[in-house]
């Protein structure tokens, strides 16, 4: 067993979600829960034991868990997400992270966190200054985390750090340097191959949406997984967005 997997099935108002730096599309409620059940499965299939959080169908943007908490360890790290309509999305991953006896600290106002804009790899955890994350909140995560090292990073044209850049098993950078200034990044063929889920061991997953990627990665020597996720992906979702691992 690899560890734990939190997720969140999303809700009937799933198409509502917030959709910031690309142009609204229709999305299918039934397609998008369908989805997310093959991507929880695809978590269950490489070891991971799921654990759902509370369904939350008056929050639209609610299966995008990762957003709510960042685990560091035996921490669980509450965050203020940005957008205030996101914030009651906080409570039920609480309850969760709790109740699995993990330790909590919370992101208190004025600051501002969404988990998405954290990338933590080996001891630097990289903190993306974005519309959802400000200094303040930046701040209150480096003082909770003071054994790793942060590192802030600007975004520009991008709701998060992690629709950015991700890394691979390795600790390599794989991204576009169109939205962020990272050395020594491994550009991706698509937009969608910079998201990359770490399962375990050379175990990845990615979106069906970064086929050349995927081959690409395969070829490093890595066993991509590849999960279809067409209706997140149109309100800015990603594989990662989609579960918060605690190892």
């Not at 995560?141 to 090292?149: F, I, Q, S, V, Y």
């Not at 590192?151 to 044209?157: A, F």
């Not at 999960?227 to 605690?246: H, N, P, Q, R, Y």
């Amino acid at each position: 067993m690899s560890g734990i997997a939190l997720v969140r099935k999303p809700g009937p108002r799933v198409a509502e979600g917030i959709v910031t730096n690309i142009g609204r599309e229709p999305v299918d409620a039934d397609l998008a829960a369908r989805q997310h059940d093959a991507y929880a499965e695809a978590l269950r299939a490489a070891g991971w034991r799921t654990v759902e959080v509370a369904r939350a169908d008056e929050l639209p943007d609610g299966p995008f868990v990762e957003d709510t908490v960042v685990v560091c360890g035996r921490l669980a790290v509450l965050t203020r997400p940005g957008a205030p309509e996101r914030r009651a999305e906080v409570e039920g991953v609480a309850a969760v992270v709790r109740e699995l006896g993990l330790e909590t600290a919370v992101i208190e106002e004025p600051g501002t966190l969404d988990g998405g804009d954290v990338l933590q790899v080996g001891d630097t955890v990289y903190v993306g200054r974005s519309a959802r994350t400000d200094d303040e909140g930046i701040a209150q995560l480096a003082a909770l985390l003071g054994d790793r090292t942060v590192v802030p990073v600007d975004l520009r044209g991008v709701l998060h750090l992690k629709s950015a850049v991700t890394a691979l098993p390795d600790g390599t950078l794989i991204g576009d340097p169109a939205y962020v200034d990272l050395p020594d990044l491994l550009v991706p063929e698509e937009e969608a191959g910079s998201h990359v889920v770490l399962l375990g061991g050379e175990r990845v997953l990615m979106a069906a949406s970064a086929p050349r990627t995927a081959r690409t990665l395969a070829g490093r020597g890595l066993d991509v997984v590849t999960v279809d996720i067409s209706e997140f992906e149109k309100l800015e979702g990603c594989v990662t967005c989609l579960s918060v691992l605690i190892r």
